[in-house]
């Protein structure tokens, strides 16, 4: 049979068959090859309910079409990276790596601001404004549900996953998009629900409520994944000019720097600065790019 690993604790994986959720092992030639298995993951399992592990054992994963370490997901079409402005504030820098890892991997990112509710609309757009151009993006709220049908119209029926800072409002949104988590459902199917978390008054960070990725697939065909949060992120181990190869903005049609190897940082006649100064490039995708940039470089020690 074949299945779509929904979550892993322990050892232990939940496999999905379309209909049904069984749990199991992966077999011993899974394990001694140190092969990992990743939520996403299609997975080809028996049936074995004599098993004192569980009533599955998991023998083959599928080839992934793509996989990310952090969070550690398999098999995705989008990544909706969700930040919110205050509580906790955002930090773009961190935002922007999760972002290249997605265009690294080949996973298409949808820029999701949460918490519009405790900013003003001026403020919710002019973060989006640093998006809009280069990907699609909304602004959400949880507490008022604003939105989130927009969200739900940019994912459905695909492999998608919440991802981004821990306390932004990932397990809240994946509650509002769950039909059978709203209390109200008519639904006699047991509620299946994200658990949520509180933001710390002291730092104003979240506690990293979610500790493992879970997928829930909802009746439209999407497979939504709630992933933990983090707080910071590392790099990927890529050379340092290959990073401006991640930022799609860069890479405008019709123009280029006078070098070809050009850095965009100190060179002369860049068309990257260039379109900065002109407005045409972010100054905080910018500033992300030199931090990004300055990172690897301890790769090449
Ligand atoms: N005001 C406001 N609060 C929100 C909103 N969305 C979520 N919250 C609150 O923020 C806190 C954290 O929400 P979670 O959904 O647990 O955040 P998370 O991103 O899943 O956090 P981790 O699992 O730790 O990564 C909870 O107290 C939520 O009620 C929102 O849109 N507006
Ligand atoms: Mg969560
Ligand atoms: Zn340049």
Redesign the pocket.
């Known amino acids: 049979m074949t299945g779509t690993v929904v979550k892993g604790i322990g050892g232990f994986y939940f496999v999905y068959d379309g209909s049904e959720t069984v749990m199991g092992k992966a077999r011993g030639n899974l394990k001694r090859n140190k092969e990992l298995i990743y939520v996403g993951d299609i997975v080809d399992f028996d049936i074995d309910e004599n098993d004192k592990d569980g009533e599955c054992v998991i023998h083959h994963v599928v080839e992934r079409r793509n996989h990310l370490k952090r969070p550690p997901v398999s098999n995705l079409d989008i990544l909706v990276v969700?930040f919110?402005l205050v509580?906790p504030a955002v930090n773009y820098p961190v935002i922007d790596k999760l972002i290249a890892g997605c265009e690294l991997a080949g996973i298409k990112p949808v820029i999701c601001i949460?918490?519009?509710?405790?900013v003003t609309a001026e403020e919710a757009e002019e973060a989006r404004r640093i998006y809009a151009d280069i990907y699609p993006s909304v602004c959400?709220?949880?507490?008022?549900g604003e939105g989130i049908e927009d969200l739900r119209k940019m994912i459905s029926g695909s492999n998608v996953a919440?991802a981004?800072?821990?306390?932004?409002?990932?397990?809240?949104?994946?509650?509002l998009l769950h039909p059978e988590a709203d209390p109200e459902s008519e639904d006699d199917a047991e509620p299946v629900i994200?658990?949520?978390?509180?933001?710390s008054h002291k730092t104003g960070r979240?506690?990293?409520?979610?500790?493992h990725v879970e997928i829930f697939p909802l009746p439209d065909g999407t497979m939504l994944y709630?992933?933990?949060?983090?707080t910071s992120l590392d790099m990927p181990e890529i050379k340092p000019e290959n990073v401006g190869k991640l930022f799609p903005e860069f890479n405008i049609s019709g123009q280029s720097c006078r070098y070809s190897d050009c850095m965009h940082i100190n060179e002369p006649e860049c068309a990257v600065k260039e379109a900065l100064a002109a407005g045409k490039i972010s100054q905080s995708r910018y500033d992300s790019y030199v931090i990004m940039t300055e990172e690897v470089k301890k790769w090449q020690k």
């Open positions: 969700v919110s509580k949460s918490k519009k509710d405790l959400v709220s949880g507490a008022s919440l981004g800072p821990s306390g932004v409002g990932k397990s809240t949104i994946t509650n994200a658990q949520t978390g509180h933001i979240g506690r990293h409520t979610t500790r709630d992933t933990p949060g983090f």
